[in-house]
């Protein structure tokens, strides 16, 4: 859907001797370039062999593309839609395994994109928890006051009924997550997802909170898929696919990430953040009959947003890996800023 309003490039890399030693992409949202300080275009989906002299081939063929297209900046490695997903580079973890639709790179990487020139914009963090730790006692103590008020109420999801999630996840997407930079989704796109998430979804770890009937908050969690398709060795033939049931039916996937949250202006700092994880682990995940899960990770907590980064504190996760996504400015005498803290 993205190519309505972009455009994309991508290149091979060969050596003398025809041998593939890199790959890359360039690509531009023309609904967000212009939202920035200057026009700001993308780059990702990288791969290359450790040569400097080869990834700045990479790097220059991005920038001169961009610069084509009048684009005054790259931000990489990130890809051609939204944020939730193949974003930034792993700078910290890599003793950790992957994520479903989370980049897994080489230490490296690191020192090959820094030495062109590229600069940290903002990191992403992964917490990791164990399921079964109790949560803060200040935590309950504020999701409390939440679950006494009548006002709100809180329900998982239910495949029955998508059109009616999808419709509530487009409300408080739209008003929590647009000024993160990001485009609104109208529940149509909504729904297209959420049929897609179908097969894999597990109901009792996706969570939704209204106040007076309006939606107000969401806490999407699903299996970590990469627990199952590790056993398929990346072939989803028949027999991967009759291998990926197997597993699913024997819910052998012992970890949950998670996907997305959000909570509506007007109702954050209030304690609705603990209440719905708290609602999600009281309700579900720590229920003797619901106990598949051992291990959570709660993917991509901006450290731009102060307001996240404590509540996966306080929920007691710890920091597992890291990526970064960094921002090459093609005028290297302007100043360099990093994303802005949200207020």
């Known amino acids: 859907k993205f190519f309505r309003h972009g455009e994309c490039v991508r290149w091979i890399l060969t050596d003398d001797t025809e041998k593939t030693i890199g790959r890359v992409a360039a690509f531009i949202n023309r ?13 990702g989906f990288f791969e290359c062999i450790n040569d400097p002299t080869a990834a700045f081939v990479l790097f220059d063929a991005c920038k001169n593309w961009l610069q084509q297209r009048n684009m005054e900046a790259m931000d990489g490695p990130i890809n051609f839609g939204d944020r939730d997903r193949w974003w930034g580079l792993l700078t910290e973890g890599f003793d950790r395994e992957p994520n479903y639709c989370m980049f897994f790179h080489f230490p490296y990487y690191k020192d090959l994109f820094e030495s062109y020139g590229f600069k940290d914009y903002f990191r992403q963090l992964t917490f990791n ?17 939440i679950w ?9 999801i239910r495949k029955k009924q998508l059109p009616k999630f999808a419709e509530d996840f487009s409300i408080i997407y739209n008003k929590a997550w647009t000024k993160h930079k990001v485009g609104e989704i109208s529940p ?10 179908k097969p894999v979804m597990d109901e009792k770890i996706i ?16 299996p ?3 627990q199952i398709f590790k056993h398929v060795n990346g072939k989803m033939d028949v027999r991967g696919k009759l291998i990926f049931l197997w597993h699913q039916w024997r819910k052998s996937c012992k970890k949950m990430f998670g ?5 509506v202006p007007e109702h954050q700092g209030k304690g609705l953040e603990g209440a719905i994880i708290g609602m999600a682990a009281k309700e579900s995940v720590q229920l003797e009959q619901n106990r598949q899960y051992d291990e959570f990770e709660m993917n991509w907590v901006g450290d731009f947003n102060p307001r996240m980064l ?12 890291v990526h970064t996504t960094y921002r090459k400015l093609f005028d290297e005498s302007k100043p360099f800023k990093r994303h802005p803290l949200v207020k």
Do not use: C
């Open 259 to 263: 996907l997305i949250f959000g909570i």
């Open 224 to 226: 970590e898929l990469n």
């Open 207 to 222: 969570w939704f909170a209204y106040h007076k009937g309006v939606p107000v908050g969401f806490f999407i969690m699903l």
């Open 129 to 145: 928890r164990h399921t079964m730790d109790p949560l803060s006692p200040k935590l309950w103590e504020k999701a409390d006051r």
């Open 148 to 156: 006494k008020n009548p006002d709100y109420t809180f329900e998982y």
């Open 310 to 321: 404590h509540v996966a504190e306080e929920v007691g996760g710890s920091v597992s890996k």
């Open 31 to 43: 609904k967000l370039a212009n939202k920035e300080e200057q026009p700001t275009g993308g780059m």
């Open 188 to 197: 149509k796109a909504a729904l297209l997802t959420m049929n897609t998430l």
